[in-house]
């Protein structure tokens, strides 16, 4: 006899997380969490970005108080590129800038993904390699033009515009996009959720 499923709280309101989590089937709420996204001192990219999607899920555990029926699902994405994490484009000039370290080379995108309820506690990473063809400034700056570039980390989506630009891609597409599906459902499976169905296991 199957019990009832929990809820899921996606900790994000970021809209490809969103549509991610839907493409597997699963029924959730979204709530931004309001976090210090700051590197620590000496951090590694790995730990940064784990502990980013840790504290997205405890800050949401918190405002659930004593509802112990809920999952919530945490996800952090960075770029890296000569062991530099890049982060999300402060102005066109920073955009370009971050376009220009990114063309004819490879880099790595690292998504941390965790879930957790009141009592239980799953992550995982995944690792993707993204290799760019040459961007010549013009495109650069045209593609900032588009308005894609803003609020994503390395200043670009695969899934939009930028997709021109990816002459490789080894690793998950959908890790790079922000919530790697493998790994999720991977995750989630541990709490008796099937994914295609959104429903608790027997």
Known sequence: ????????????????????????????????QNID??????ESATDYVQRMATEKVES??????QQSDWLVLGADTIVVCDQEVLGQPTSERHALELLMQLSNRDHQVLTAVTVASASKFASSICRSTVSFRAISPAEAGAYWRTGEPAGKAGGYAIQGY????VKKLSGSY?????????????????????????????
Not at 2 to 29: D, K, M, T
Not at 60 to 65: D, P
């Open 60 to 65: 949401a555990l918190k405002t659930l108080a």
């Open 37 to 42: 996204e700051s590197r620590l001192a000496g």
């Open 162 to 165: 930028a997709a021109v630009f």
């Open 174 to 202: 959908s890790g790079v996009m922000g919530l790697p599906l493998y790994e999720t459902m991977q995750l989630l499976n541990q709490f008796g959720i099937e994914c295609l169905t959104g429903k608790a296991g027997g």
């Open 1 to 32: 006899m199957s019990r009832s499923r929990p809820s899921i709280l996606l900790a994000s309101a970021s809209s490809r997380r969103c549509e991610l989590l839907s493409q597997i089937g699963i029924s959730f709420q979204s709530r931004s």
